[in-house]
């Protein structure tokens, strides 16, 4: 008999997702995307952060100012398409943990991303993510709100020792 209690494809992906997000340095956001085909092998992952390079100790993470992040970060479903490496994205799925903005948007769309599988909508109200959204639906690409059937999964290092 199968072991009970195991995690669904669209959980493992999202897992995969925010664990990338783990990896951003931004000390107020922290975004991860992971990109997976009809097959569901992972073609890439991302997260928010600067350009190879770009030292993390010399740019800024500040949000208000002259200089700020928002004019170098690379967010984290642009980073996963560019990760990909040329791959065919086409008919792939991307799942991020925040909504995509505008300027995703339309490198998804352009790559050939079938679906966007997203954990939460923080900036539903703004016209970065209307724009989003109509682009989407203009282009076809499905939009799914990611339910989980638990609040967490964890990870144990030390689980098999």
């Known amino acids: 008999m199968k072991r009970e209690g195991y995690i669904s494809w669209d959980e493992y992906f999202m897992g995969v997702a925010l664990l ?16 997976v085909d009809s097959n569901n092998i992972i073609l890439s992952t991302g ?15 500040d949000r208000v100012g002259n200089d700020t992040k928002y004019n170098y970060v690379v967010h984290a479903e642009l980073n996963a398409i560019l ?20 300027e995703c948007a339309k490198a998804i769309i352009q790559s050939g991303i079938a679906e966007v599988v997203y954990l939460y909508n923080k900036y539903a109200d703004s016209a970065a993510t209307a ?10 690409v499905k939009l799914t709100r990611f339910t989980p059937h638990a609040d967490k999964i964890v990870l144990d290092f030390k689980a098999n020792e």
Do not use: H
């Open 20 to 35: 990338a997000a783990k990896r951003s340095k931004d000390p107020n956001t922290q975004v991860g995307a992971c990109i």
């Open 47 to 61: 997260y928010n952060g600067f350009p190879y390079g770009c030292s993390d100790d010399l740019y800024p993470w």
């Open 83 to 102: 990760n990909a490496r040329g791959k065919n994205l086409k008919g792939a799925r991307l799942y991020v943990d925040l909504f995509p903005c505008n």
């Open 131 to 140: 724009a989003s959204t109509k682009m989407f639906n203009s282009a076809g």
